[in-house]
Every structure is written in C-alpha cells, then in structure tokens.
C-alpha cells in the first residue's frame, strides 16, 4: 500500500476528500495489530489512514453499499491487510460473524452520507447542479429510483418526508406542485426536479432552493437513518472492551441519532428512588462518551463540504 492521504484518485472522476482525517485516527485510538472496521469505505481516504498506521498483523475491514466504491478499491487497493464487504452497514454483525470478528473489532468508522464522487457523477441522480437521471440510489440494486419514488409515494408522505428529513418549511407546497406535475409527466432527471421545486421555494442565503428536498428524498431512498439506528445497536457487539466507535455525520437529524445512541449507553441505568435494587440495574454503562470535534476554519476552507461535519467518538467500556 503506497498511496497517500486523499491521493487515491484522479480529481475529475473520483476525488474524495476524507473530512476530519486526523482527527478520525486520533479517535479511533489506532492500535498497530488491532483489527477495524471503515462501515463506509466510499474513496478509502481513511481506510488508507487507517492501513497507514498498522502492522502486518493489523486488519481492516471495509463496507460500502455503493458497488462503485468496492470495484474502485478492488482496483486501487489491492492490499491484503483489507477485505472489501460490499454491502449494507445494517448488516455489520452479520457480516463480522462470518470471519469470526464479533466482539474483537478495535474500532468502528462511519463517514455518514454520500462522498463527492456519487454527486459528482452526474448519472448517479444526487446532484441538483447537474442533469442526469434522477436515481438518488446508493446501493445501484435497491428497488427504488428518486423518479419511482416520488411516483409512488402520496403527496401527504413526499410532504411529510420533506419536512422531516429536510426540514423543509415549504414541504406541502413542493409536494403538490410534484404531484401536479405528474399528472403530465415523469420527474425524470435532477434538473427538472431542482427546476421545479425553485418555481416555489426562494434560494436561500449560499443554498440551493433544491438543496432541503434533495436530501430528505435521498434520505427516505436508501432509509439512511432506520440503517443507521441498526447498524448503531450493533457496534456493541462488534467491539471489544476499549474498541473505539467514531461516527462523523453531515446534518442535525444524522447527528441527533448518533448522540442520542452514544448518551443512552453512556449513562447508567436511572433507577425509581426507593425501589429493590436487582442485579440487572447494576449494570455498568456500555459506552464511555469521549466527546465531539468539529472541523476547523482551515479545513472548512480547503473543503467546504466538511463545514456541517460532527464527530463523535465513544469507547467500549
Ligand atoms: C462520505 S463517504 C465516505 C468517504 C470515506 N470515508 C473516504 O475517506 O473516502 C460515504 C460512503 O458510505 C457509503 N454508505 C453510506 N451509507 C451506507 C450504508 N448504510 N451502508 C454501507 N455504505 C454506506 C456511501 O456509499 C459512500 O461511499
């Protein structure tokens, strides 16, 4: 493995710049022979880093969804220190209990979202700057495309969606102008979608009057935050006792889940004054929370996509 930081691809076609890099490993704590899991391999930017920092006995293993990112590290990483799993984060103890790896993991990463080159390539539908065909799927075998999606969904669902996942303000107007519209046509490719939601949303302050939509209906496509609620509850699990969890997430609702999870198991369990004590409330908390990093001004600057990223990193107790 010889390839550097963020040097693993060609900018015009598969550029990633990992966020919060250095502050990725210094949360996973890196132990040279230890054994970690990227749940989001994406352009192996922190996998590199990871690779970087261990011995020859040191592993790692690698998730991704998106078919693309495990052809793309099958053909620039060639590395025998680490296994690609092309599937879904949600499936993590399933998939670490075929090579025998629950509860000895040393570290788990989740770069939460969508990397560049997925809205980079026009094709792959998330991008609301450039036209292609309105896919939004990260994994290509999922059933529904954005276009199938919003066909089938009631504009009472496509409306309470944009709200809750983008906190959209305008969400019950987007979603009859969207109905209205297909009583005409299919909402085929991302510039007729982003057209049509800015005929009723004003652009904000730097944002794309598309840019709340796109998410939310990205979000309800590939069932980001249920997968990530899953895959969450299994981290425990996966790790042994001082293992590391680092979750970096792009937006509140994201953030709000990974909080929530890492405070619940932080905190022992809250016992009614004056009730018997059992042996089961005396458990000890599972996680101990170490806190957040957020990027700095540099990085914001040479990455603008890293401005809205939250890590928080948690250990095994
Ligand atoms: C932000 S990128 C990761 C970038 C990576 N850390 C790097 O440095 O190159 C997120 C990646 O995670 C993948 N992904 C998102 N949700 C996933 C899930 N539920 N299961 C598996 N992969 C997922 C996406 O397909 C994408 O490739």
């Given at each position: 493995?010889?390839?550097?930081?963020?040097?693993?691809?060609?900018?015009e076609?598969?550029?990633?710049?990992?966020?919060?890099?250095?502050?990725?490993?210094?949360?996973?704590?890196?132990?040279?022979?230890?054994?970690?899991?990227?749940?989001?391999?994406?352009?192996?930017?922190?996998?590199?880093?990871?690779?970087?920092?261990?011995?020859?006995?040191?592993?790692?293993?690698?998730?991704?969804?998106?078919?693309?990112?495990?052809?793309?590290?099958?053909?620039?990483?060639?590395?025998?220190?680490?296994?690609?799993?092309?599937?879904?984060?949600?499936?993590?103890?399933?998939?670490?209990?075929?090579?025998?790896?629950?509860?000895?993991?040393?570290?788990?990463?989740?770069?939460?979202?969508?990397?560049?080159?997925?809205?980079?390539?026009?094709?792959?539908?998330?991008?609301?700057?450039?036209?292609?065909?309105?896919?939004?799927?990260?994994?290509?075998?999922?059933?529904?495309?954005?276009?199938?999606?919003?066909?089938?969904?009631?504009?009472?669902?496509?409306?309470?969606?944009?709200?809750?996942?983008?906190?959209e303000?305008?969400?019950?107007?987007?979603?009859?102008?969207?109905?209205?519209?297909?009583?005409n046509?299919?909402?085929?490719?991302?510039?007729?979608?982003?057209?049509?939601?800015?005929?009723?949303?004003?652009?904000?302050?730097?944002?794309?009057?598309?840019?709340?939509?796109?998410?939310?209906?990205?979000?309800?496509?590939?069932?980001?935050?249920?997968?990530?609620?899953?895959?969450?509850?299994q981290?425990?699990?996966?790790?042994?006792?001082?293992?590391?969890?680092?979750?970096?997430?792009f937006?509140?609702?994201?953030?709000?889940?990974?909080?929530?999870?890492?405070?619940?198991?932080?905190?022992?369990?809250?016992?009614?004054?004056?009730?018997?004590?059992?042996?089961?409330d005396?458990?000890?908390?599972?996680?101990?929370?170490?806190?957040?990093?957020?990027?700095?001004?540099?990085?914001?600057?040479?990455?603008?996509?890293?401005?809205?990223?939250?890590?928080?990193?948690?250990?095994?107790?």
């Amino acid at each position: 493995m010889s390839l550097s930081k963020n040097n693993a691809s060609t900018k015009e076609s598969n550029y990633h710049d990992s966020v919060l890099f250095n502050e990725v490993l210094k949360g996973l704590n890196i132990k040279s022979g230890g054994i970690y899991v990227d749940a989001t391999l994406g352009r192996c930017g922190h996998t590199q880093g990871i690779l970087n920092h261990l011995d020859s006995l040191g592993r790692v293993i690698g998730f991704d969804q998106d078919i693309d990112a495990i052809k793309y590290a099958e053909i620039n990483f060639s590395d025998p220190q680490l296994e690609l799993i092309h599937s879904n984060f949600s499936n993590l103890n399933d998939e670490l209990n075929k090579i025998n790896l629950i509860g000895k993991v040393d570290g788990v990463l989740m770069d939460l979202g969508i990397s560049s080159p997925q809205i980079d390539n026009a094709d792959r539908g998330f991008s609301f700057n450039k036209d292609g065909l309105l896919d939004m799927r990260m994994d290509q075998s999922q059933r529904l495309t954005a276009t199938e999606w919003l066909k089938e969904t009631s504009e009472k669902e496509i409306a309470d969606t944009l709200y809750q996942y983008g906190e959209e303000k305008r969400s019950r107007i987007i979603a009859s102008t969207i109905k209205e519209y297909q009583k005409n046509s299919e909402i085929k490719t991302t510039l007729e979608l982003a057209n049509l939601i800015s005929t009723v949303v004003k652009p904000g302050k730097n944002k794309h009057p598309a840019t709340r939509s796109f998410q939310a209906i990205r979000i309800a496509i590939n069932d980001e935050l249920i997968m990530l609620s899953e895959a969450l509850n299994q981290t425990i699990d996966a790790l042994d006792k001082g293992g590391r969890l680092a979750v970096i997430s792009f937006h509140s609702i994201e953030d709000r889940i990974v909080k929530q999870f890492i405070q619940k198991h932080s905190r022992p369990k809250q016992i009614p004054k004056g009730l018997p004590i059992m042996m089961n409330d005396t458990q000890p908390c599972l996680l101990k929370d170490l806190g957040k990093v957020k990027p700095s001004n540099e990085e914001i600057k040479i990455n603008r996509r890293s401005r809205s990223a939250i890590l928080r990193i948690a250990e095994k107790c």
